[in-house]
């Protein structure tokens, strides 16, 4: 499985765009990349996954250059209810269920 | 309605008891997962289960039986509590195939 690296934290102020970088250099060709929030007492949940290039839903956008490398989400104009924990995982879809192996994920601090 | 449900959601109990949490998706899916989540937050996968049967058990004590009566529910028993057992435990389900998990809110489990 992929190794994946993440700032441990970030801040930011509420309204702006939050750009969270995770390095996989050791992607494998059949790995996708998914992200996962965690707020504080609560499970992981869902935001986002792609191969290459970019994906946009309605909650962020997650750019993914061609060299696959590396990963960037995207938060638009965040809110106090964004301060989260983020986890980039990478992991074969294919092969079916498999579980997530977790990092330590980054921790996003929205500050009003 | 609640997709994946836990409970108890916090559980007290001294070293050397037996307790279980339980756990119940009505998604239909049909992989279900045990993750624990320790006091530095990471979140690391425990069993997991495909129809009834075990496809995943990573390094867990013996002390830590997971049993599923039905695709529905994963319950998980530990025998001779520890210390080191107090965590968060995360249940997830996943269907064939598809992006992403969905987790339950967790069980804060405390061994004094």
């Not at chain 1, 290459?52 to 960037?72: C, G, H, Q, Y």
């Not at chain 1, 986890?87 to 579980?99: A, E, H, Q, W």
């Not at chain 2, 959601?9 to 001294?14: A, C, I």
């Not at chain 2, 998706?25 to 320790?38: A, E, R, S, V």
């Amino acid at each position: 499985l992929a190794k994946t690296t993440q700032p441990i934290s970030m801040d930011s102020y509420e309204g702006q765009e939050v750009n969270i970088t995770c390095s996989h250099n050791n992607i494998a060709t059949n790995d996708y990349i998914t992200w996962y929030q965690q707020f504080p007492s609560q499970g992981p949940r869902f935001i986002i996954q792609g191969y290459k290039t970019k994906v946009t839903n309605e909650v962020a956008s997650l750019f993914i250059p061609a060299d696959r490398k590396s990963s960037t989400l995207s938060l638009p104009r965040v809110s106090l209810s964004d301060t989260a924990v983020y986890y980039c995982l990478v992991g074969d879809k294919s092969r079916g269920n498999t579980p997530l192996v977790f990092g330590k994920g980054t921790r996003l601090s929205v500050i009003a | 309605d609640t997709a994946v449900s836990q409970t108890p959601k916090y559980l007290v109990t001294q070293m050397g008891n037996d307790k279980s949490i339980k756990c119940e998706q009505n998604l239909g899916h049909d992989t279900m997962y045990w993750y624990k989540q320790d006091s530095k937050k990471f979140l690391k996968i425990m069993f997991s289960y495909n129809n009834k049967e075990l496809i995943i058990n990573e390094t867990v004590p013996n002390r830590f039986s997971p049993k599923s009566p039905d695709k529905a529910h994963l319950n998980l028993h530990i025998n001779s509590l520890e210390l080191g057992d107090s965590a968060v435990y995360f249940c997830a389900s996943e269907d064939r195939g598809a992006v992403e998990q969905y987790f339950g809110p967790g069980t804060r489990l405390t061994v004094t």
